[in-house]
């Protein structure tokens, strides 16, 4: 589409004169000290969901809308939780089955939500560039945050997958961290990899079959391994990712099978990482494929603490997009 080189690199198109957080578009290219903050506010916010009343008012009178041109449970519903515990108004637009089926355009869709006054878009497009170029079409007091857009960017799932490795490692500068899976067709792990270097991370791998490994991802800093044997070993993250098949042109693999016994992570291969070694997801997981049962929900399986830690990354990331946080924090009292 036309939008797909424009703007992919986020430039400055996110952040404002000051260098303040305006849209959520892409990790790559942001400061690190803007990252620490998100962390940092999310922290703050983490505490929100363990509550009796589990809001806060940074986001009273704002309306978040949630476009998902593209099918998603996680990261949709934990925005729209995310939003609400902000005491933000949400709209959740299916717009597959919606205006677009109708003929109507995006340009005309955003226009109409312009009208009803949406402070907020939260866009996950199957196009690369999607959000950047929603970002540059709408109204200057909207903010645009990309919940996954193609094969380019998640950055929310990777600030996500950071502030778990953050609860668990305490800090970054020592760490291995294995990438394993379809790296080829994942946003998710596009965004780890700018995520973890830029947060200092000395070693980032990714492993998989030559298929599924992009050409240049070298370029990105990252050591590539076709073995998972030796990709893992060592490693103190292991970030399994779904194969995403309905992005595949061809048959790029045998079978899930096949690919189990070559890429799937079992208890045996997970022994090679380090013993204190975390075990990540992004989800949905797909049991037997990547990652063996026992495995997905064992011990060393941190999956369904991303998923709640999810809120409180998307309520830091929402708040700081409206300039709300500096309110007196998440601890500001309750209405
Ligand atoms: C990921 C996505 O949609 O990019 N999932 C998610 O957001 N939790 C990864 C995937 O679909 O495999």
């Given at each position: 589409m036309a939008c797909r080189m424009k703007g992919m690199h986020a430039d400055n198109l996110q952040l404002?004169?000051?260098?303040?957080?305006?849209?959520?578009?892409?990790?790559?290219?942001?400061?690190?000290?803007?990252?620490?903050?998100?962390l940092d506010n999310a922290e703050r916010f983490a505490p929100v969901g363990d509550r009796a009343v589990k809001k806060v008012p940074l986001l009273r009178g704002k309306t978040v809308a949630n476009l998902f041109f593209e099918p998603s449970t996680r990261t949709r519903t934990t925005f729209d939780l995310a939003a609400k515990r902000l005491s933000a108004d949400v709209l959740n637009l299916n717009i597959e089955a919606s205006s677009t089926k109708k003929g109507e355009s995006l340009s005309d869709t955003l226009r109409n939500l312009e009208a009803m006054q949406c402070d907020m878009f939260v866009v996950r497009h199957q196009s690369s560039g999607a959000a950047n170029f929603i970002a540059r079409q709408i109204a200057p007091h909207i903010s645009v945050i990309n919940g996954g857009d193609g094969r380019h960017e998640h950055p929310t799932q990777a600030m996500l997958d950071v502030f778990t490795i953050r609860r668990w490692k305490r800090r970054f500068d020592a760490l291995t961290v294995a990438i394993v899976g379809d790296v080829a067709h994942s946003r998710v792990a596009r965004s780890e990899i700018h995520a973890l270097r830029i947060l200092g991370v000395p070693e980032i791998r990714v492993v998989g079959p030559k298929t599924l490994i992009p050409a240049e991802v070298e370029s990105l800093g990252v050591r590539v391994f076709h073995d998972l044997e030796a990709g893992i070993k060592g490693a103190d993250v292991v970030i399994m990712l779904r194969l995403q098949q309905e992005r595949m042109q061809s048959a790029l693999l045998p079978?899930?099978?096949?690919y189990f016994r070559e890429y799937g992570l079992t208890a045996a291969r997970l022994k090679l990482a380090a013993k204190d070694a975390i075990v990540m997801h992004p989800g949905?997981?797909?049991?037997?494929?990547?990652?063996?049962?026992?495995?997905?929900?064992?011990?060393?399986?941190?999956?369904?603490?991303?998923?709640?830690?999810?809120?409180?990354?998307?309520?830091?990331?929402?708040?700081?997009?409206?300039?709300?946080?500096?309110?007196?924090?998440a601890d500001a009292e309750h209405d």
């Amino acid at each position: 589409m036309a939008c797909r080189m424009k703007g992919m690199h986020a430039d400055n198109l996110q952040l404002d004169a000051h260098g303040r957080l305006k849209h959520f578009l892409a990790i790559e290219g942001l400061p690190r000290a803007l990252l620490t903050q998100i962390l940092d506010n999310a922290e703050r916010f983490a505490p929100v969901g363990d509550r009796a009343v589990k809001k806060v008012p940074l986001l009273r009178g704002k309306t978040v809308a949630n476009l998902f041109f593209e099918p998603s449970t996680r990261t949709r519903t934990t925005f729209d939780l995310a939003a609400k515990r902000l005491s933000a108004d949400v709209l959740n637009l299916n717009i597959e089955a919606s205006s677009t089926k109708k003929g109507e355009s995006l340009s005309d869709t955003l226009r109409n939500l312009e009208a009803m006054q949406c402070d907020m878009f939260v866009v996950r497009h199957q196009s690369s560039g999607a959000a950047n170029f929603i970002a540059r079409q709408i109204a200057p007091h909207i903010s645009v945050i990309n919940g996954g857009d193609g094969r380019h960017e998640h950055p929310t799932q990777a600030m996500l997958d950071v502030f778990t490795i953050r609860r668990w490692k305490r800090r970054f500068d020592a760490l291995t961290v294995a990438i394993v899976g379809d790296v080829a067709h994942s946003r998710v792990a596009r965004s780890e990899i700018h995520a973890l270097r830029i947060l200092g991370v000395p070693e980032i791998r990714v492993v998989g079959p030559k298929t599924l490994i992009p050409a240049e991802v070298e370029s990105l800093g990252v050591r590539v391994f076709h073995d998972l044997e030796a990709g893992i070993k060592g490693a103190d993250v292991v970030i399994m990712l779904r194969l995403q098949q309905e992005r595949m042109q061809s048959a790029l693999l045998p079978s899930g099978h096949e690919y189990f016994r070559e890429y799937g992570l079992t208890a045996a291969r997970l022994k090679l990482a380090a013993k204190d070694a975390i075990v990540m997801h992004p989800g949905p997981i797909n049991r037997g494929v990547e990652i063996a049962s026992d495995i997905a929900d064992g011990a060393q399986s941190v999956i369904l603490q991303q998923v709640t830690f999810g809120i409180a990354v998307r309520m830091a990331v929402m708040s700081m997009v409206m300039g709300t946080q500096a309110l007196g924090g998440a601890d500001a009292e309750h209405d």
